[in-house]
């Protein structure tokens, strides 16, 4: 009886724990996304004056989520341009002139909120044209927001298919325990009293099973982990999340949920037996 | 202390098992509810432990109107009334000690007056000698008398008895009503549901008699049934 219960609260935990680490490698890759491209760049007018520039940079310090500014001149730019097409530099050695524009590089804060600082920025003096890399955000946001949702959903179908096992498994505890619960009624026992030790049994059961389920997933994820996180960042340049750095919310979170499940699903089991 | 007025009940769409019962039993009384099978006996006592709603009517314990109370107030009517019934309903795995003990555990009495007051009781109803066994140990007579036990350990003013001696020999049925007995004169008001013939001729108390849901006799130290034969 136990075992039944604790065995389908471990799964769905189990099952949980892979679309979570799923959900939270998204994360990963969204801020890692983030952080790579939180650079605004504005391109500057040819030749203008230092009074010009100086207003510029003053403008810009002054808006809110912004943490830098940096000048670039057009030399740096080719330079850097050179640096990144590394052994097809030689392309750009046929040039006469430096076509590039000089820049100032602003670092914010949080990209996903730069919008207004941008359309702020164009309006300025000397202002050619601001670049940031809004569309590539977006769409992983976006991506990213489906995966939350999606998670979220299935693990609310998950958690509504386990307090339905639970609570036919327990079920099974209270119906032969109906005798005395029919006698502590006509004691003028209160519906809490009664509840009490079955919600703990409940509580109990979602513990254990967390704790088993914590346990798979945190070895069996530190497994793929070890053995993939090279390759997957090899092929697709990102980082899984590191099992260490989950532990604790896992731990935290499949024990809530569990001991969650346990309780509602004495709850529901016992509706029935109650109404005496 | 019991009032019904013009109660009536309908179990289902055409099934009336009370038609406009009215009665009054005061405290301190021993009062027969007799009838054959069916007359409606037990429904009205499932009406007062609030087992089963009431249809249409009022009815009131110790003055205060109980027809209708919320879910959670009914277990505090029922700690006014102790219960017992004709299969005395123990626990088979908790001794006699631990099955009356536990009605107090339920009302959250102190262990203290836990451990003073069971033994009391228990050798009230003469079962000291048998504290530690199990219910299955037991004959009927005692088993019933641990259920009487249970039904009074926390003092309520009212007991109700529902064919307690239904599943005992005459002997034993005699000893389970002196007990009774004893329990009235300390004033607890007590009803009996039966259809014992002999015993409720033998104790001349006030006697309620129904018959296919209505009341059709009230008697002070009446009889189980009237001289005069049913036509
Ligand atoms: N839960 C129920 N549902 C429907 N009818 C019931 C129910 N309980 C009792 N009855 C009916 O009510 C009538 C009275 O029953 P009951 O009060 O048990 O009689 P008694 O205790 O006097 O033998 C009977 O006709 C019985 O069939
Ligand atoms: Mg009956």
Not at chain 2, 101 to 112: L, R, S
């Amino acid at each position: 009886m136990g075992a039944a219960s604790i065995t389908s609260i471990s799964a769905v935990l189990l099952i949980l724990g892979v679309v979570l680490i799923l959900v939270l490698s998204i994360n990963n890759v969204v801020l890692d996304t983030k952080v790579k491209f939180d650079e605004i760049e504005v391109f500057l007018e040819d030749d203008l004056e230092s009074t010009v520039l100086d207003n510029i940079e003053d403008k810009v310090k002054g808006q809110t989520g912004v943490i830098s500014i940096m000048f670039r001149s057009k030399d740096q730019a080719l330079a850097l341009m050179k640096e990144e097409w590394g052994d097809e530099a030689y392309l750009l050695e046929g040039l006469d002139t430096n076509p590039l524009p000089d820049s100032y590089v602003v670092k914010v804060n949080d990209i996903e909120f730069a919008e207004n600082l941008v359309n702020t920025i164009k309006t300025l003096d000397g202002v050619e044209e601001v670049k940031y890399y809004k569309d590539i955000i977006d769409k992983l946001l976006i991506f990213a927001g489906y995966i939350r949702f999606g998670g979220i959903v299935i693990i609310g179908i998950l958690v509504f298919i386990s307090v339905f096992i639970i609570s036919n498994t327990i079920k099974i505890t209270v119906s032969s325990r109906r005798r005395e619960i029919n006698i502590m009624k006509y004691v003028g026992a209160t519906n809490g009293y009664i509840r009490g030790p079955f919600i703990i049994e409940g509580i109990l059961f979602g513990i254990i099973g967390a704790a088993l389920s914590i346990g798979l997933v945190y070895f069996g994820y530190d497994y793929f982990y070890s053995s993939m996180n090279e390759k997957l960042y090899n092929l697709f340049t990102f980082y899984l999340v590191s099992p260490e750095s989950i532990f604790s919310d896992i731990a935290i979170m499949f024990g809530t949920i569990g001991a969650g499940i346990g309780a509602l699903g004495s709850l529901v089991s016992l509706k029935r037996f109650l109404n005496v | 202390m019991i009032k019904f007025v013009n109660i009536c009940k309908e179990y289902k769409a055409g099934v009336t098992a009370l038609y406009n019962i009215n009665t009054e039993i005061d405290k301190g009384e021993f009062v027969f509810l007799v009838g054959s099978s069916g007359a409606g006996k037990s429904t009205l006592i499932k009406l007062l432990l609030k087992e089963e709603g009431i249809t249409s009517g009022k009815m009131f314990l110790n003055n205060k109107d109980i027809t209708w109370v919320p879910n959670r107030r009914i277990p505090y009517i029922r700690r006014q009334i102790g219960v017992v019934f004709q299969d005395f309903r123990l626990l088979p795995n908790k001794t006699i000690y631990e099955n009356v003990a536990f009605a107090m555990e339920i009302v959250g009495a102190h262990p203290k007056e836990i451990r003073r007051r069971v033994p009391m009781i228990l050798s009230m109803v003469d079962l000291s000698r048998k504290a530690g066994s199990y219910p299955d140990q037991l004959s009927g007579g005692e088993q019933q008398r641990v259920s009487i036990a249970r039904a009074i350990v926390n003092n309520p003013p009212v007991l109700i008895a529902d064919e307690p001696t239904g599943n005992l020999d005459p002997d034993t049925a005699g000893e389970i009503m002196r007990v009774l007995q004893d329990i009235n004169n300390r004033g607890t008001t007590i009803l009996m549901a039966t259809h014992a013939k002999d015993i409720v001729n033998s104790m001349k108390k006030r006697v309620i008699a129904l018959e296919g849901g209505r009341l059709v006799r009230d008697e002070e130290k009446g009889g189980y049934s009237v001289e005069i034969p049913n036509i």
